[in-house]
């Protein structure tokens, strides 16, 4: 975040909006304590400086046909930045990648992607690993169960 700290008031906004963005202005000031008007200012000032990156809606992938999930771990040959940039601009392209990490260790990237079926997550590895010459192997694991899975953020 930027020069300005977050006070307790902020982290209340900040944990609340994580849990159901979809509150209402008034729900969220009886929950900070706050104003209406001293809340739409935080609110303002937390989206300007970055704090909240984004308010979006969390889908169920198998209610919208996708209900297998990968993670995927992979290795490039070469780590030159336009290597980089250029894996990291196929991965931000593909709808299926919902999450992608440039790790250290064995692998260069984790990703976790989302398919249809076998046959629709093997269209994708060619698209993003075999049609690429810069991958070196991937490791795939399937995901048997949806444990716990969100970006929250403990504040």
Known sequence: ????????????????LQTDAT?????????CGLSVASVQRRLKRLRASGAIAREVAQLEPAAVG????FVIMVELERERREQLADFRARVRDEPQVQQAYY?????????????????????????????????????????????????????
């Open 103 to 155: 790790v250290t260790g064995e692998s260069d990237f984790a990703l976790v992607c989302v398919a249809r079926d076998m046959a629709d997550f093997e269209a994708l590895t060619h698209r993003l690993f075999f049609e690429n010459g810069n991958v070196r192997r991937f490791r795939t694991s399937v995901v048997m169960e949806r444990t716990k899975v969100g970006l929250s953020v403990p504040v």
């Open 66 to 69: 996708l209900p297998m999930t």
């Open 1 to 16: 975040m930027g020069a300005e700290p977050l006070d307790q008031a902020d982290r209340i906004l900040l944990d609340q």
């Open 23 to 31: 509150q209402g202005i008034d729900a969220l000031a009886h929950a």
